[in-house]
């Protein structure tokens, strides 16, 4: 059986609750809202996989998981992104840079080409949280003047023990995600 899988951090219940307050602050927004449920920061998108591919990703996530010790990463604004699309598509939390986390992604990119013939993004590595996905068509119908700023500092601290090997399953309400292991650091 094949499933959409991709590698990722869970946020602390807490956080959720505080990203779902942040998002009612643009209740107008032409966008698709992501649940509180779904909220995480993805480290690699995997796409479709058969059992024996999860099995490999499950080993390659132990792997790397052993090489790092529990960390912290912060989160610090809500814009559009990314950067330089316009429109902008996606309404996110960036995160700081964060040497235990570019080291983590590295890690598991180098891991993941070497075991089931993943391919690295080539972008650098921006941490972020998807909050929504704009509806473009929706969006650009809107004067600019009517288009709200969105552009808030902010300041999260998320502790990181662990990450997951999570199945997206698409449905009609939006995508659900599910945690296939989490592997421990």
């Known amino acids: 059986?094949?499933?959409?899988?991709?590698?990722?951090?869970?946020?602390?219940?807490?956080?959720?609750?505080?990203?779902?307050?942040?998002?009612?602050?643009?209740?107008?927004?032409?966008?698709?809202?992501?649940?509180?449920?779904?909220?995480?920061?993805?480290?690699?998108?995997?796409?479709?996989?058969?059992?024996?591919?999860?099995?490999?990703?499950?080993?390659?996530?132990?792997?790397?998981?052993?090489?790092?010790?529990?960390?912290?990463?912060?989160?610090?604004?809500?814009?559009?992104?990314p950067g330089k699309k316009m429109p902008s598509r996606l309404v996110w939390i960036e995160g700081e840079k964060s040497k235990e986390l570019a080291g983590l992604k590295k890690d598991l990119d180098g891991l993941l080409a070497e075991k089931i013939s993943y391919k690295p993004d080539k972008r650098d590595f921006l941490s972020h949280i998807t909050l929504a996905r704009i509806k473009t068509f929706n969006w650009k119908r809107?004067?600019?003047?009517?288009?709200?700023e969105i552009d808030l500092e902010v300041s999260f601290e998320i502790?990181?023990?662990?990450?997951?090997?999570?199945?997206?399953?698409l449905k009609r309400t939006g995508a659900e995600y599910l945690v296939i292991e989490s592997v421990n650091l």
Request: with cysteine.
């Open 1 to 81: 059986m094949v499933k959409r899988v991709f590698i990722a951090i869970n946020l602390p219940q807490e956080t959720k609750q505080k990203l779902s307050a942040i998002q009612r602050k643009w209740p107008t927004l032409p966008c698709r809202w992501v649940g509180s449920e779904n909220l995480h920061l993805t480290l690699a998108f995997l796409g479709n996989l058969n059992e024996k591919e999860i099995s490999k990703v499950i080993g390659v996530a132990q792997e790397a998981g052993k090489n790092i010790q529990p960390f912290s990463f912060s989160l610090s604004k809500v814009c559009c992104g």
């Open 142 to 148: 809107l004067e600019p003047e009517q288009r709200p």
């Open 159 to 169: 502790p990181v023990n662990s990450i997951e090997i999570m199945e997206s399953q």
